[in-house]
């Protein structure tokens, strides 16, 4: 409570809100994935989360539980934890993904006009606007910065598939497939 990120970590949103496919079950997976490359991708990271848990509960958390309380060490917490990361973490210096406090709520949208940048020589990081950001507007940045990344990607790191503004479903996977996209149908 005293750390000056504390308000910031009060405000991360459970495992249940996160909508991450990396909290879902085997089961989920299979039947809101099937036949995407991503069921064992998942599995297999599930898998490695879990034994690292382990690992870490057995030689480092069971050894001081002053410090690693056992009801706030949990598996489960542990890939909430991981899925915060992966959700919310920008890749700020080097393409290394941080997890940037208040930068994080900015929303997504492909070529927005604001970006951040990171300091070299701190690593201090700030959001860049690229206009005049009026009271009450959404601040957006692009997650790819530019770059091209597939719908997996965005469904696996973020729980959504972006689709160009004003698209329709129809006019949106077939940006998706031209801009080199898998073909991905959510409900």
């Given amino acids: 409570s005293a750390s000056r990120v504390a308000p910031w970590l009060a ?3 459970p495992a249940e809100q996160l909508g991450l496919p990396l909290l879902e079950s085997a089961a989920s997976l299979a039947g809101l994935l099937q036949g995407s490359h991503l069921v064992e991708r998942l599995a297999r990271l599930q898998q490695d989360l879990r034994a690292e848990f382990q690992g870490l509960e057995a030689d480092v958390f069971v050894n001081d539980r002053a410090l690693f309380p056992e009801a706030a060490f949990t598996e489960e917490r542990y890939l909430w934890a991981h899925a915060i990361g992966l959700s919310r973490g920008l890749p700020a210096q080097d393409g290394e993904l ?3 406090p208040l930068l994080d709520v900015a929303n997504h949208a492909e070529g927005a006009q604001h970006t951040w940048a990171a300091a ?3 690593g ?3 959001l860049l606007a690229g206009g005049k950001i009026g009271e009450g ?3 957006t940045v692009d997650y790819s910065r530019g770059e091209p990344k597939g719908t997996w990607e965005y469904f696996f790191s973020h729980g959504f598939v972006p ?3 004003g698209a329709s479903d129809e006019e949106a996977a077939a ?3 031209e801009a080199g996209g ?3 149908q959510l409900a």
């Fill in 120 to 122: 070299a020589t701190t």
């Fill in 163 to 165: 689709q160009p503004e």
């Fill in 137 to 139: 507007d959404a601040v």
């Fill in 11 to 13: 405000s991360l949103p």
């Fill in 124 to 126: 201090d990081v700030a």
């Fill in 98 to 100: 941080s997890l940037l």
């Fill in 182 to 184: 898998r073909p991905m």
């Fill in 175 to 177: 940006w998706w497939l």
